[in-house]
């Protein structure tokens, strides 16, 4: 047997640790909670994944894409796969332009008054 230092067995003890640590994320996927604070308005959510379901030629598109309403603070759960690289994109969208009433039939109505 050797005959370590406690601080050299404590050293190889977490060493032992973060491999069994390592070994557990590199084939399980992980919750993390995304928050975003300080933006408003009316946006679009896109998230691009690139993972091993994706090939050599394969098309950078939105995997999950959807309208949300920000006021204060957005949170989002993923699941993000080892080995995954995730980009997340707020499009901010246009404001809805309000309906305008037609002018030229306001004055002909108000002319056919006269």
Do not use: M, W
Not at 34 to 47: D, P
């Amino acid at each position: 047997t050797l005959r370590l230092t406690p601080k050299l067995k404590n050293l190889l003890r977490k060493a032992r640790d973060l491999n069994t640590q390592a070994k557990k994320h590199k084939e399980t996927s992980r919750n993390i909670k995304l928050t975003v604070k300080n933006l408003k308005g009316n946006f679009l959510y896109q998230r691009y994944v690139v993972d091993d379901a994706c090939s050599l030629d394969c098309e950078f598109i939105p995997r999950e894409e959807k309208g949300i309403e920000l006021t204060d603070s957005y949170q989002e759960v993923l699941s993000l796969s080892p080995y995954s690289v995730n980009l997340i994109v707020f499009k901010e969208r246009p404001k809805e332009p309000e309906p305008v009433e037609d002018t030229d039939k306001t004055q002909d109505a108000s002319s056919n008054h006269e």
